[in-house]
């Protein structure tokens, strides 16, 4: 069975008092090889999802660069300007990604 290939990885997620995302810390596929955490605000993120970037929740395995514990994807939902940002399964109304942790 052929690994699903994805082009970011969100580590965690900041929200707003008001629910929404604020910011998500990210590694970002670079080519053959993965950035360090990047730091990526909502709006950002909404535009490369937009674009067709595919994201999963997850984390990167300890001493091992470019291997990843991928968890659920992450899609957009909604349209236009009332779009929120979802990990597969959610549907609530507004951003949530489940299983990721705050920081």
């Known amino acids: 069975m052929p690994k699903t290939k994805f082009d970011g990885v969100i580590e965690a997620v900041r929200y707003t008092p008001s629910g929404e995302i ?4 990210l590694y970002e596929r670079r080519g053959a090889i993965w950035s360090d955490q990047v730091l990526v605000g909502r709006q950002e993120l909404v535009e490369r999802l937009k674009k067709g970037k595919r994201f999963v929740t997850g984390q990167r395995k300890t ?3 470019g291997v990843f514990e991928a968890g659920i994807a992450v899609r957009l939902a909604g349209n236009g300007d009332s779009s929120v940002v979802v990990s597969e399964g959610a549907s609530n109304g507004k951003d949530t990604l489940a299983s990721v942790p705050v920081f």
């Open 22 to 25: 604020e910011v998500v810390r």
């Open 63 to 65: 001493y091992l660069g």
